[in-house]
């Protein structure tokens, strides 16, 4: 049975390339060498096989190279599709995410944010259920932290990359409005525990200057359940649904099909983050969009950026487009 091949040291690489174990490792690292030496070093550990220890690695630099990704709801497609994204683009930066699921609980959310920072991790990405916990100004003191979505309140964040609620509800209701809806039922995974965030909060403004008798309801991000809250609203009497994930709106198409309902003759339904699935049914649903590719791309620079001890604080705004596809009646 054939042996496994033993890993290369950097000794070996810094004898094939008579340079010393000090230079290598510098190179290696893209680090005060020049960019030949940087070149032949890098060729040569390719042709003996050479990788780097990771624990090794950890020890020197005080890194693990993981970054965590805590998530909302990893029901939400939208959310899966931007985890997917980030963990793609983080492995091009040579950082692995460490991915968690809050399931859109507020206090396991929390819990896992802590385990997260006892891991070690190099930095956090949360698109945080709780934007207003108190939790985040601890954790940023101890761990550089990015957050998507929503600022965190009081919270000395690393970046931020947050969504222009304000404008994308606006665009939301008064699409709706243009339409001749006056009574909207908005689905929102928000639990009563977190009543402050910001998108649900514009909701609620903006009823009286827009004329709407609006209910908002929680609806989890799961189809099942979705469908479950689409079908007591439908039989409460609504044919006008904003819901603020896609995920929720793919469960009134399912509960409005169930019901013999058709969209939009019947029932109209708005999303809110443009899932590609959702130019898919028919008819399309009529979303707001967020370019989960930019998110994705100033995410990741952020954290990777402030991982590195960049202590440069920024924030980025995401401005919304309305996607019109014809599910609005």
Not at 96 to 123: C, H, K, M, N, W
Request: aromatic share 4%; glycine share 8%.
């Amino acid at each position: 049975m054939p042996q496994p091949r033993k890993r290369a040291t950097i000794r070996e690489v810094a004898k094939a390339t008579g340079l010393s174990p000090a230079s290598v490792s510098y190179a290696l690292r893209g680090m005060q060498v020049s960019e030949e030496t940087i070149e032949r070093v890098r060729r040569v550990a390719a042709e003996l096989g050479y990788e780097a220890d990771p624990i090794a690695r950890a020890l020197a630099s005080g890194r693990t190279g993981m970054i965590g990704l805590l998530c909302g709801s990893l029901e939400d497609l939208w959310q899966q599709a931007l985890a997917v994204g980030i963990g793609r683009a983080l492995k091009d930066n040579d950082r692995y995410a460490l991915i968690l699921d809050a399931t859109g609980d507020p206090s396991r959310e929390r819990t896992l944010a802590r385990q997260l920072r006892d891991q070690r991790v190099d930095a956090l990405i949360v698109q945080p259920v709780d934007p207003a916990a108190p939790l985040w100004a601890e954790l940023c003191e101890s761990l550089p932290v990015v957050s998507i979505g929503d600022s965190l309140a009081g919270a000395r964040t690393a970046g931020e990359v947050v969504f222009d609620n304000r404008a994308g509800v606006t665009l939301a209701l008064e699409h709706m409005r243009d339409r001749g809806h006056r009574r909207v039922a908005v689905l929102t995974p928000t639990r009563a525990s977190t009543p402050d965030r910001p998108a649900d909060v514009h909701v609620l403004a903006e009823t009286g200057r827009l004329g709407l008798d609006i209910e908002v309801v929680t609806a989890p991000q799961a189809l099942a359940a979705a469908t479950d809250v689409a079908r007591r609203m439908l039989a409460g009497g609504h044919r006008a649904f904003f819901c603020f994930a896609d995920s929720i709106a793919y469960g009134v198409y399912a509960a409005s099909a169930e019901r013999g309902l058709r969209i939009p003759a019947d029932v109209s339904v708005m999303g809110y983050d443009d899932h590609p699935m959702s130019g898919l049914l028919s008819p399309g649903l009529t979303t707001v969009d967020w370019d989960i590719d930019g998110i994705v791309r100033a995410a990741v620079r952020l954290v990777v950026a402030a991982a590195d001890g960049n202590t440069r604080r920024r924030r980025i705004v995401q401005a919304p487009e309305l996607r019109e596809r014809g599910s609005v009646g």
